[in-house]
């Protein structure tokens, strides 16, 4: 089945830096790959997602990139504002009959300092 | 536009007990997927109902159960619990089946005592 290991665990910066969290994912067959915001205590948001026909998307201040051959994706958060701060979990869904099913990473602890 | 709704919001049982969990998913989505979110595993997938039907199953015991009724309402069922089970289920509410945009609730914090 479908494996995403996400990187790096947790991630500090300072406010108006960038952060930058990567993932890579095992199943060829994937086609579609959501970012999820989760603050404490609250529910997962949809943040942004790309789909296999297109390398990059960008959304104000947040892009994600996929590089299908490498099986990566990446998510950038340019000028970042301690709002920010949140774990941010990468997803990839599964091939075949399990285009549904979405395999998610650990989550990556975002930590912005004003 | 409503989002999801999960009830109840909490949940207290003691082992071996049994627990059911509802989802309400958007207006006008067919498809309900199920989560389990602990802090040492993460967030993982548990069922999807598409038109009443399961489509896909994760990992789970059999004890792990769901179905879906004809308005896409949801609902899971954990028979026989155990200390472990304790986690955020989180539902998840897309338009349709496969590779679109999913939607969670606020989840259903349960603790197994």
């Known amino acids: 089945g479908e494996n995403v290991e996400q990187h790096p665990s947790t991630l500090s910066v300072q406010e108006g830096d960038s952060a930058v969290i990567k993932c890579t994912y095992s199943d060829s067959a994937s086609n579609y790959f959501p970012w999820y915001k989760q603050e404490l205590g609250k529910r997962p948001q949809l943040i942004i997602d790309i789909r296999s026909n297109v390398g990059e998307k960008k959304d104000q201040r947040i892009a994600v990139t996929l590089n299908k051959t490498a099986k990566h994706f990446s998510l950038h958060i340019t000028e970042t504002q301690p709002e920010d701060s949140a774990v941010y979990f990468c997803a990839a869904n599964s091939g075949g009959t399990s285009y549904g099913k979405l395999t998610f990473g650990q989550g990556t602890i975002l930590t912005v300092h004003p | 536009k409503a989002g999801v709704t999960q009830t109840p919001r909490y949940l207290i049982k003691t082992r071996g007990q049994q627990v059911t969990l509802s989802c309400s998913p958007i207006s006008g989505h067919r498809s309900v997927s199920w989560y389990q979110q602990t802090p040492g595993q993460g967030l993982q997938f548990l069922f999807e109902y598409f038109s009443e039907t399961q489509r896909n199953k994760g990992n789970f015991p059999g004890r792990f159960s769901g179905r879906q009724f004809s308005n896409s309402r949801s609902e899971m069922n954990v028979s026989t619990l155990e200390l472990g089970d304790s986690a955020l289920y989180l539902c998840?509410?897309?338009?349709?089946?496969?590779?679109?945009?999913?939607?969670f609730g606020q989840g259903t914090r349960l603790t197994v005592v």
């Open positions: 998840a509410s897309s338009l349709q089946y496969m590779n679109t945009e999913a939607f």
